[in-house]
């Protein structure tokens, strides 16, 4: 039986808690084509090829379980999420990335895209998800594959993830052009991009 008390993690400045795990995203939920459905690791990886798993091939490596809150730069947190997936430092062991590296693009359907420090990115508890409180993840929520960056705002984990591009200079993603911050830290409040001046 799963037992988690709501409401008691501590919580980033500016942040408030909202019950259950409404949904939000840019553009429509997209629908899952089993058939052509890729997860592709390319730009500039050590070999120089693009790798493509299908979600068969995801769903047979190594998985772990976090727990965390998520929090909308919009200033929403929610709670009692337990993600399983795949840890996404398996990605970098799986199709290493060349030497001169630095930052990902997290690519999802529809060209949604996030930027991640290499750090952040291989942290331990980053995970492309699958399954969420012992379920599937819903088509809402992502499914088939969701990237979960627990200690940053959720618009750098992008639902219905497809891609992940190596790259040797950060790159603004979608919300990074439209003016949110790109490193995102909601302990530091890193919310807007005109915070990067400051
Ligand atoms: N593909 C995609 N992923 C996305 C977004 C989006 O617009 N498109 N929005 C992000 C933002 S801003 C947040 S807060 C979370 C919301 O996730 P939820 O709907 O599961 O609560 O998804 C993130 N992932
Ligand atoms: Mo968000």
């Known amino acids: 039986m799963r037992c988690v008390v709501v409401g008691t993690e501590p919580l980033p400045p500016g942040q408030r808690r909202v019950k259950g ?9 997209p629908r899952f084509r089993q058939d052509t459905w890729r997860l592709q690791v390319f730009g500039a990886t050590a070999s120089g090829t693009t790798y493509a798993w299908t979600l068969d091939e995801i769903a047979a490596l190594p998985t772990t379980t976090i727990t965390t809150d998520l929090h909308c730069a919009s ?3 929610t709670g009692d999420h337990e993600f399983l997936g795949v840890p996404a430092a398996t990605v970098w062991e799986l199709a290493p990335p060349g030497p001169r590296v630095t930052h990902v693009m997290a690519w999802a359907e529809y060209g949604y895209s996030a930027n991640l420090r290499l750090a952040d990115f291989a942290s331990p508890r980053t995970l492309m998800a699958t399954h969420h409180n012992g379920e599937q993840l819903t088509a809402e929520h992502g499914f088939p594959l969701r990237l979960v960056v627990p200690h940053l705002y959720g618009y750098k984990g992008p639902k219905w993830l497809r891609g992940i591009e190596y790259m040797t200079q950060d790159r603004h993603g979608f919300w990074e052009e439209r ?6 830290d909601p302990w ?3 919310r807007y991009s005109y915070q990067e001046d400051e």
Do not use: C, E, R
């Open 188 to 190: 530091a409040g890193l």
């Open 21 to 29: 795990w409404p949904v939000s995203h840019y553009g429509p939920v």
């Open 75 to 77: 200033g929403t947190t």
């Open 179 to 184: 003016g949110y911050h790109n490193i995102a």
